[in-house]
C-alpha cells in the first residue's frame, strides 16, 4: 500500500517520497498518512493541495472504498479488504515476518547466567525468556547471534560453598539432595557471615577468602571442590534450562575469565586507567564519564570481582566475535554497576554496543492485597517447583480432555512465559496463577488455544480443493489487516529489543479471529468462500505459530 502512495507520489511531482502509513481510529479508516504535510515544504505547495491531487490518482486505483483528505493535509484511506488481500498474497513468503535489517551485523545475547551456588531460582526466570526471546528476534531480521550462559561460578559464592559444606554438611547429604544441599548450605553460611558480622568478628569471612584465593592459585583441593560442586549445579542448570526450552551457544562463565581478567587489569594499571590504591585495591576512575564512585576492578587481597571478569569477557569478546552489540540479560538492580562498566568500557576505546537490557521483578500478592518481590517464605521460588506447579495446573485447565503429556507441557511453559510479556519489560510482573492460566485475557493458553481452534478447522479442510475465487473477503478484513502488520511488529520488537508487542499483536490477532468465528462459519460456507477462507486462516496458523515461536512458545496440538 506504501508503496503504491509512493508511486503515486513520483507520478505527480518527480520525488521520491517514504511513505508511512498509521492506523487511526477504525471510524477514520483503515489507515493514514501525512505525506503531504512532509512533502509541502519541499515543493513549496501548500499541504491541502497535495494531499487533494494525490486522494485523486488514489481514487482511480480501484483499490480504496474511501480516500478523504483531513485537517490541513491528512489523508484517510479505507482500502476494499480484496486489495488488502491481494497485498497481503504479494508479500507472503515462507518468512513472512522476518527481515534483513540486521543483515552483516553480529550480537551477543548474555542469559540467563544463573549463580552456581544454589539452584535454580524463579529469579532467573526472566533473564531466560527476555534474553531467549531478543535472540530469535534479533534472528528473525537477520542478525547473528551468539548467545552466551555466564555462569557465575567464580568468587565468593565458591568461598561459601567450601566453608559451608566443611561446616554444615556432609557427603552423605550431598549425595542424597545434590543441589539442593548446596543451596541450603549457601544460605546457611550466609546467614552465619552476617551473623558473625554483627558481632564484628572475621573468623568464617576470613576462611571463606582464604578458599577464593585458593582457587585463584591452583589448589588441588580447591580445584577438586570447584570441579565436584559446579558439575553438580550445572548439571541441574542444564536440566531446568530444558525445561524451560532454551539453550546458548557458549557457557563461559567467570571462572573461565578469572585469569583473564587479572592480566586484563594489570593493563589498565600500565596505561595508567586504573589506579592502586595504598591497599593494594585497584580501581578505576570514573569522573570524566559522571561518575564520583569509581569502579573497582580487584580486591586489596588480589581477589577478582565481577568488574574483573566482566573487563576480560568484554575483551574476549571483542577479540574472538567481534560483535556490533552486546546484550546483557540482567534485572533492574544491577543498573548502576552496568552503567560504570560501560563507561570503563568506553574510557578503554570499546566502539561495540554495550546494552543492559534490564527488566522488573517478579511479584506477588499477599492476602492483604498488596503486591511484594516473590519470596520463599511466601511459595515457591526454585524453577522447578514452579514448573511442576505449572504442569498441574494445565492438567486442571485441560479437564479430562485427552491431552498428551506434551501438550500439557508446551500449555504450562506457555502460561508462564507469556505473562512475562505482558507488559513492557522494564515493569514489574505480578505472578498469579488464576491470569496466567485464563482462557479468555492475556495469556498464553489463550493465544495457545487460538492457535489449536485454527488448526484443527485446517485439519478439517485439508482436502478442500483449490479455487479461483472471486471472493470479497469482507468477512476476513479486520484479519487480513491484522496479518500485513506482523512484519513491522517483529522489526520494531527487534530494534527496541522489546518482545512483549509481539505479544501484543499475538493478543490482538487471537481475538480478531474469536470475533471472525462469531459471524463467519467456515464449514458452512460456499465452496469458494470455504477455499479462500481457509487460505486466509492458514496465514492464521503460520504468524500466531511464528510469533510464539520467537518468544519460545509451542502451540500443542490438542488442549
Same mark, same amino acid.
Given at each position: 500500500?506504501?508503496?503504491?502512495?509512493?508511486?503515486?507520489?513520483?507520478?505527480?511531482?518527480?520525488?521520491?517520497?517514504?511513505?508511512? *502509513?498509521?492506523?487511526?481510529?477504525?471510524?477514520?479508516?483503515?489507515?493514514?498518512? $501525512?505525506?503531504?504535510?512532509?512533502?509541502?515544504?519541499?515543493? /513549496?505547495?501548500?499541504?491541502?493541495?497535495?494531499?487533494?491531487?494525490?486522494?485523486?490518482?488514489?481514487?482511480?486505483? /480501484?483499490?480504496?472504498?474511501?480516500?478523504?483528505?483531513?485537517?490541513?493535509?491528512?489523508?484517510?484511506?479505507?482500502?476494499?479488504?480484496?486489495?488488502?488481500?491481494?497485498?497481503?498474497?504479494?508479500?507472503?513468503?515462507?518468512?513472512?515476518?522476518?527481515?534483513?535489517?540486521?543483515?552483516?551485523?553480529?550480537?551477543?545475547?548474555?542469559?540467563?547466567?544463573?549463580?552456581?551456588?544454589?539452584?535454580?531460582?524463579?529469579?532467573?526466570?526472566?533473564?531466560?525468556?527476555?534474553?531467549?526471546?531478543?535472540?530469535?528476534? *534479533?534472528?528473525?531480521?537477520?542478525?547473528?547471534?551468539?548467545?552466551?550462559?555466564?555462569?557465575?561460578?567464580?568468587?565468593?559464592?565458591?568461598?561459601?560453598?567450601?566453608?559451608?559444606?566443611?561446616?554444615?554438611?556432609?557427603?552423605?547429604?550431598?549425595?542424597?539432595?545434590?543441589?539442593?544441599?548446596?543451596?541450603?548450605?549457601?544460605?546457611?553460611?550466609?546467614?552465619?557471615?552476617?551473623?558473625?558480622?554483627?558481632?564484628?568478628?572475621?573468623?568464617?569471612?576470613?576462611?571463606?577468602?582464604?578458599? !577464593?584465593?585458593?582457587?585463584?592459585?591452583?589448589?588441588?583441593?580447591?580445584?577438586?571442590?570447584?570441579?565436584?560442586?559446579?558439575?553438580?549445579?550445572?548439571?541441574?542448570?542444564? $536440566?531446568?534450562?530444558?525445561?524451560?526450552?532454551?539453550?546458548?551457544?557458549?557457557?563461559?562463565?567467570?571462572?573461565?575469565?578469572?585469569?583473564?581478567?587479572?592480566?586484563?587489569?594489570?593493563?589498565?594499571?600500565?596505561?595508567?586507567?586504573?589506579?592502586?590504591?595504598?591497599?593494594?585495591?585497584?580501581?578505576?576512575?570514573?569522573? %570524566?564519564?559522571?561518575?564520583?564512585?569509581?569502579?573497582?576492578?580487584?580486591?586489596?587481597?588480589?581477589?577478582?570481582?565481577?568488574?574483573?571478569?566482566?573487563?576480560?569477557?568484554?575483551?574476549?569478546?571483542? %577479540?574472538?566475535?567481534?560483535?556490533?552489540?552486546?546484550?546483557?540479560?540482567?534485572?533492574?538492580?544491577?543498573?548502576?554497576?552496568?552503567?560504570?562498566?560501560?563507561?570503563?568500557?568506553?574510557?578503554?576505546?570499546?566502539?561495540?554496543?554495550?546494552?543492559?537490557?534490564?527488566?522488573?521483578?517478579?511479584?506477588?500478592?499477599?492476602?492483604?492485597?498488596?503486591?511484594?518481590?516473590?519470596?520463599?517464605?511466601?511459595?515457591?521460588?526454585?524453577?522447578?517447583?514452579?514448573?511442576?506447579?505449572?504442569?498441574?495446573?494445565?492438567?486442571?485447565?485441560?479437564?479430562?480432555?485427552?491431552?498428551? &503429556?506434551? %501438550?500439557?507441557?508446551?500449555?504450562?511453559?506457555?502460561?508462564?512465559?507469556?505473562?512475562?510479556?505482558?507488559?513492557?519489560?522494564?515493569?514489574?510482573?505480578?505472578?498469579?496463577?488464576?491470569?496466567?492460566?485464563? !482462557?479468555?485475557?492475556?495469556?498464553?493458553?489463550?493465544?495457545?488455544?487460538?492457535?489449536?481452534?485454527?488448526?484443527?478447522?485446517?485439519? &478439517?479442510?485439508?482436502?478442500?480443493?483449490?479455487?479461483?475465487?472471486?471472493? %470479497?473477503?469482507?468477512?476476513?478484513?479486520?484479519?487480513?489487516?491484522? *496479518?500485513?502488520?506482523?512484519?513491522?511488529?517483529?522489526?520494531?520488537?527487534?530494534? &527496541?529489543?522489546?518482545?512483549?508487542?509481539?505479544? /501484543?499483536?499475538?493478543?490482538?490477532?487471537?481475538?480478531?479471529?474469536?470475533?471472525?468465528?462469531?459471524?463467519?462459519?467456515?464449514?458452512?460456507?460456499?465452496?469458494?468462500?470455504?477455499?479462500?477462507?481457509?487460505?486466509?486462516?492458514?496465514?492464521?496458523?503460520?504468524?500466531?505459530? &511464528?510469533?510464539?515461536?520467537?518468544?519460545?512458545?509451542?502451540?500443542?496440538?490438542?488442549?
Amino acid at each position: 500500500m506504501d508503496s503504491k502512495i509512493s508511486q503515486i507520489i513520483n507520478n505527480l511531482f518527480a520525488v521520491n517520497a517514504t511513505v508511512h *502509513l498509521t492506523r487511526p481510529n477504525p471510524a477514520f479508516g483503515d489507515y493514514a498518512t $501525512n505525506v503531504a504535510l512532509e512533502l509541502s515544504g519541499q515543493l /513549496g505547495v501548500n499541504p491541502r493541495v497535495v494531499a487533494e491531487k494525490i486522494a485523486v490518482e488514489l481514487q482511480k486505483t /480501484g483499490d480504496f472504498s474511501m480516500v478523504e483528505v483531513a485537517g490541513p493535509g491528512f489523508i484517510n484511506l479505507r482500502v476494499t479488504a480484496k486489495s488488502l488481500e491481494d497485498s497481503l498474497q504479494s508479500v507472503w513468503s515462507d518468512n513472512f515476518g522476518s527481515s534483513q535489517d540486521g543483515a552483516g551485523k553480529t550480537a551477543v545475547v548474555e542469559y540467563p547466567s544463573p549463580n552456581m551456588a544454589k539452584p535454580y531460582s524463579v529469579g532467573h526466570l526472566r533473564p531466560g525468556n527476555q534474553g531467549w526471546a531478543v535472540k530469535k528476534l *534479533l534472528e528473525a531480521t537477520g542478525w547473528r547471534v551468539i548467545s552466551d550462559n555466564h555462569l557465575g561460578d567464580y568468587g565468593a559464592p565458591f568461598g561459601i560453598w567450601v566453608t559451608g559444606f566443611l561446616r554444615f554438611s556432609s557427603e552423605a547429604a550431598l549425595e542424597k539432595d545434590g543441589v539442593y544441599e548446596l543451596g541450603r548450605v549457601y544460605i546457611q553460611t550466609k546467614k552465619v557471615l552476617k551473623e558473625e558480622k554483627e558481632r564484628g568478628e572475621t573468623e568464617l569471612a576470613d576462611e571463606v577468602q582464604s578458599w !577464593l584465593i585458593k582457587l585463584e592459585n591452583g589448589d588441588q583441593q580447591a580445584v577438586d571442590y570447584s570441579a565436584r560442586f559446579n558439575k553438580i549445579s550445572l548439571d541441574h542448570i542444564h $536440566n531446568v534450562m530444558a525445561r524451560l526450552k532454551i539453550s546458548t551457544d557458549y557457557e563461559m562463565g567467570e571462572a573461565f575469565f578469572a585469569p583473564r581478567g587479572k592480566e586484563a587489569v594489570q593493563k589498565l594499571l600500565d596505561s595508567k586507567i586504573a589506579i592502586k590504591n595504598n591497599d593494594n585495591s585497584i580501581i578505576v576512575p570514573l569522573d %570524566d564519564y559522571g561518575f564520583d564512585v569509581p569502579l573497582l576492578v580487584q580486591k586489596s587481597n588480589g581477589a577478582a570481582l565481577y568488574a574483573t571478569t566482566d573487563l576480560a569477557t568484554i575483551l574476549y569478546r571483542e %577479540d574472538n566475535w567481534h560483535p556490533d552489540k552486546v546484550i546483557y540479560c540482567v534485572g533492574a538492580e544491577q543498573q548502576f554497576y552496568f552503567s560504570q562498566l560501560f563507561a570503563m568500557a568506553k574510557k578503554l576505546g570499546i566502539k561495540t554496543e554495550l546494552y543492559h537490557l534490564w527488566f522488573g521483578t517478579i511479584d506477588q500478592k499477599n492476602d492483604d492485597g498488596t503486591r511484594e518481590k516473590m519470596s520463599s517464605r511466601k511459595g515457591v521460588v526454585l524453577m522447578e517447583a514452579l514448573l511442576d506447579q505449572a504442569e498441574a495446573r494445565a492438567r486442571q485447565l485441560t479437564g479430562d480432555r485427552d491431552v498428551s &503429556d506434551d %501438550d500439557i507441557k508446551k500449555i504450562a511453559l506457555g502460561a508462564i512465559k507469556f505473562s512475562d510479556f505482558a507488559a513492557d519489560r522494564r515493569t514489574n510482573i505480578l505472578f498469579d496463577w488464576d491470569s496466567i492460566f485464563a !482462557l479468555s485475557g492475556f495469556s498464553g493458553p489463550y493465544i495457545q488455544y487460538a492457535a489449536v481452534r485454527v488448526n484443527k478447522i485446517l485439519q &478439517d479442510n485439508q482436502n478442500i480443493e483449490s479455487s479461483l475465487s472471486d471472493y %470479497d473477503y469482507e468477512a476476513e478484513k479486520a484479519i487480513i489487516v491484522r *496479518l500485513l502488520e506482523y512484519p513491522d511488529v517483529v522489526k520494531l520488537a527487534a530494534r &527496541d529489543l522489546e518482545p512483549h508487542k509481539v505479544a /501484543g499483536f499475538l493478543y490482538e490477532l487471537a481475538r480478531d479471529l474469536n470475533r471472525y468465528y462469531e459471524t463467519t462459519r467456515i464449514n458452512e460456507s460456499e465452496a469458494n468462500q470455504k477455499w479462500a477462507r481457509v487460505e486466509v486462516l492458514k496465514k492464521v496458523s503460520f504468524v500466531i505459530e &511464528d510469533g510464539l515461536r520467537l518468544l519460545g512458545i509451542e502451540v500443542p496440538t490438542r488442549m
